[in-house]
Every structure is written in C-alpha cells, then in structure tokens.
C-alpha cells in the first residue's frame, strides 16, 4: 500500500479520488504551460532577433550609399532609435578594423569583425540563456550583430557591429508566464469539479449505494434491493 493510499485511506474514496485527480491534472497541467511558455518564448526572440536585423541592415546599407562621413552618421542614426530596442553598444570600423565611429568598449567584439571582414559574410550572436534556468536573472541577454560595409563597387570598406539587450524579451516571458499559470490555475479547478462530478455519478454514488445495501441485508433486510446502474462491472456487482 502506497503512503497516499494509507493516509487517505480512513477519508474514503472520494477523498482518495479527489487527491489522484488533483494530482494527474496539475501534473498535465504544468507540462502543458511549460510547453507553452517555451513556444512563446522562441516566437518572442526570434520576432526581436528579426527585427533587430531588419533595423541593423538597413542602417547599413545607408552607410555604404553616403561614403563621407558614414560612420558618424551611422552611429547617430543608431542612437536616435527609440528606447524600447535597448541599443548597448555600437563600433565602425574600415577595413584594416580601425575604429570610425562608435566605441570598441561596452560589449563590442573585434575577433567577430575581422572575421565578417575577411569572409564578407554578416554574423549574428544571439546570448539567451535558456527558459529552464528561471533563476539565471545575472546572466546576460544580448543579440550582436556585425555586417559587412561596401562601397558602390562592391569593394569590402569595412563593417559595422551593433549590441542590442535582450532583457526586454525575458520581461515579455515573464509577464506571458504570470497569464499562463494564472489561466492553467482556473482550468485544473475546472476540471477538477467536473471529473469530480462525472466521477461521483458513475463510480462513487453507485458504490455508496452498494455498500448501504450491503449493510441493510447484513442487518438483516433480505428483500431489499437495488437497481442495476452505474457502469457495466458495478451493476454485475
């Protein structure tokens, strides 16, 4: 006999029912939200991740049209976007990855410009620790991204790399996970009432009934009876 079974054994067999229901429920339940917070995330980051991007390359690619003067104007136009895409940090450089404009300190990455230099390919780092660390609140959350720089010619001038935070986006999750575990909190007391219901009608009214009959014709009350309801086996009983 298991230790659940023992405790609630002197409560009966609604209490016993009522406890493995509550507990099967809350178990799918909880797999559900998890599932489903995991899926809002991935959609969160990668519409940030996406947007980040579509800003970062169009800035470049003004930068490569407008030659004089590019990188200032660049950065500025950077640091005029709203507060809301949490720009950290943003570097110029040319070609031989001498700074232009911006700053190499504050989150910038020289090793990953060199290398979009010579490839001539962009290259993006996204850091998110991952949802099933909740406690990981010191780590940090940023997208860099580097791009390539080119003249009319086609010619590799130089690049630029900018770093966004992501800790917006972590917000975004939590703030999703507040509705979901609020909204899985009124389905399981939901379904937990309506298992219950259908429960009692089929398996445990029949029972109680079996039992009090049980008890009258031990006490004596041989011609009492009882109607065959309930499911196929507690009607046979």
Same mark, same amino acid.
């Given at each position: 006999?298991?230790i659940?079974?023992?405790?609630l054994?002197?409560l009966?067999l ?10 099967l429920l809350?178990?799918a339940?909880m797999i559900?939200a998890?599932?489903?917070?995991r899926?809002?995330?991935r959609e969160?980051?990668r519409?940030?991740?996406?947007r ?8 470049s690619?003004?930068?490569? @049209?407008q030659q $004089?003067?590019?990188?200032?104007? !660049?950065?500025? /136009?950077?640091? =005029?976007?709203?507060a809301e &895409?949490a720009?950290e940090?943003?570097?110029? @450089?040319?070609? $031989?990855?001498?700074?232009i404009? !911006?700053?190499? /300190?504050?989150? =910038?990455?020289?090793s990953? &410009?060199r ?7 962009p290259?993006?780092?996204v850091v ?7 406690l990981?609140?010191?780590e940090?959350r940023?997208?860099r ?8 010619t086609?010619?590799?001038t ?11 986006v972590?917000r975004q ?5 507040k ?12 379904f937990?009432?309506i ?5 009692s009608?089929?398996v445990?009214?029949?029972?109680r ?5 049980t008890a009258r014709i ?9 109607p065959e ?8 009983l």
């Open positions: 006999m298991s659940r079974s023992f405790l054994r002197p009966g609604r209490a016993e029912v009522i406890a493995n229901l509550c507990l809350a178990a339940l559900s998890l599932l489903l917070l899926i809002t995330e969160i980051l519409e940030r991740v996406s980040l991007m579509d800003i970062t390359e169009t800035i690619r003004a930068m490569g @049209v $004089d003067g590019a990188g200032s104007r !660049g950065v500025a /136009a950077f640091h =005029s976007l709203p &895409v720009l940090s943003v570097l110029v @450089v040319d070609e $031989d990855t001498r700074v404009a !911006g700053t190499s /300190a504050g989150g =910038s990455e020289l990953e &410009v290398r979009v230099i010579v490839g001539r390919a290259e993006v780092r998110y620790p991952d949802f099933w660390l909740p990981a609140t010191g940090e940023f997208i991204i580097t791009l390539p720089l080119s003249d009319r086609e010619r590799i130089g690049a630029l790399q900018a770093r966004f935070s992501l800790a917006t972590r999750v939590l703030e999703a996970q509705l979901v575990l609020l909204t899985m909190g009124a389905a399981w007391v939901l937990v009432l298992g219950l219901s259908l429960l009608r089929s445990i009214g029949p029972i009934r079996l039992r009090e009959a031990a006490a004596g009350d041989l011609d009492h009876g009882l309801r309930g499911p196929r086996e507690i009607a046979e």
